[in-house]
Each structure stands twice: as C-alpha cells, then as structure tokens.
C-alpha cells in the first residue's frame, strides 16, 4: 500500500527562522511534490522531485530516493509563509497526499 | 493562460439537492483529477478523466457521485441526494502529461450541505 508521512502536523516559528518539513514515503512511490494551500484558499505546486535537490527563492526540496525521505525547508521564515504544507507522492499513476504540515510564522 | 479555474468557490446545499461543481484545466491539458478534501484530513483521490473517458474511478463513492469529461466544456463532478458528510472542499487538478510530474491545482469547492 502506498502511504505518505508528514511531520510535525502542527509547526510555530518565529520570523526569520530556518523550518523544516518532513515526508517519509513507502515504496512504489517515484517522485514527491510538495504542495502549499493557504487558509480558504487553493493548491499551488511549489515542487516536483525525483531525485537530489531544487531550491526556489527561500525554498529548498530535498529527496533521498535510498531512505525514502524528502523535506522542504524554509530559510528566513516570513508570517506570509504560514500555510499548510503538504507533501504528495506520485505513485501508479496518482497522487497520495500527506495529511499536511500547518505552518503558522509570527512576526 | 488562467491556470486551472473551478466553480463555483462555495456551493451551499439542503439535503437531498444535487451539486454540481466545475473545473476547467489549464489551456492544453486533457486530464483531469479530482479530489476530495474532508475537514481535518488530507486530500483523497476520487476520479482520474481524459476527454470523454474516464480513465480511474477507484476514489469515487459508488453511489450518488459520478463525473464527466465532455469533448467540450469543463469536467464536472456530479453528487445526487447531498448529504451532511458531503460537506468538503473539492479540487481538481489538470495536467498535460498522463504521469503527473507536472500538476496544476484549482481553487477549490467548498461545499456545504445544510
């Protein structure tokens, strides 16, 4: 059975802070897209990965294939950061999500 | 181009109406997924949609919920006789490519059933 593991389910940061986010995955999963949704509001994309590393502004994915892990870190951390964070695996041909990370960054 | 657009953004419903929500994809994109977010819990896959076909439907309950992919026009994912545990957001997603390395999410439908 595919399955996806995120944590810490619930996170608070102060401004500026370095955040990681966590997702474990099981096998027959091939690559990981890491989501983020705003309160009411829709999904974006911020990553897709297969393999290694990709970084986007304060954003950095990272993937071990080996330990079937992956996590986004956040560098200097900003209240409009807060969102929830989810991690989902592409597997068979779909998507199995997390159960998202809620990230909320105070000034 | 729009990206993907669904509607509408919040659907009230009695129990026992019919609720339809829309999505449109992305300019090029000709499958569709849609999935259902329950309050607290992370989002689950109903239904997998290439034009006219639908191509995965292992996610969708086996009563009161069907979808369509027409030829034209959006995808819309139809739920007969509402009821309470309906309520949920519901998104879709649109892709080019069958294997989803790349996926485009719309806004959501928040449906309520009162």
């Known amino acids: 059975k595919n399955e996806v593991e995120q944590s810490p389910q619930n996170l608070t940061a102060q401004e500026g802070e370095f955040i990681t986010i966590n997702c474990s995955y099981s096998?027959?999963?091939?690559?990981l897209h890491w989501l983020q949704q705003h309160p009411g509001g829709g999904i974006v994309s911020l990553f897709m990965?297969?393999?290694g590393k990709k970084k986007h502004g304060r954003l950095i994915a990272t993937i071990n294939i080996q330990e079937k892990h992956s996590s986004l870190h956040i560098t200097a951390s900003h209240p409009r950061d807060s969102a929830v964070y989810i991690c989902?695996?592409?597997?068979?041909?779909?998507?199995?999500f997390g159960k998202g990370t809620k990230l909320s960054v105070k000034p | 181009n729009a990206g993907v657009m669904q509607n509408p953004r919040h659907l009230v419903r009695r129990r026992g109406q019919e609720a339809r929500l829309r999505c449109s994809p992305m300019k090029g994109h000709s499958h569709v997924y849609w999935y259902r977010q329950l309050p607290e819990e992370g989002l689950k896959f109903m239904v997998y949609?290439?034009?006219?076909?639908?191509?995965?439907e292992s996610g969708m309950p086996k009563e009161r919920f069907s979808a369509e992919f027409p030829k034209e026009g959006p995808s819309i994912l139809r739920i007969q006789q509402v009821v309470r545990g309906d309520s949920a957001a519901y998104f879709c997603?649109?892709?080019?490519?069958?294997?989803?390395?790349?996926?485009?999410f719309g806004q959501g439908t928040r449906l309520t059933v009162v």
């Open positions: 096998v027959g999963i091939s690559a």
């Open positions: 997603a649109s892709s080019f490519a069958t294997d989803l390395t790349e996926a485009f």
């Open positions: 990965l297969s393999s």
């Open positions: 949609l290439q034009k006219e076909n639908i191509i995965d």
């Open positions: 989902a695996g592409l597997g068979q041909g779909n998507l199995i």
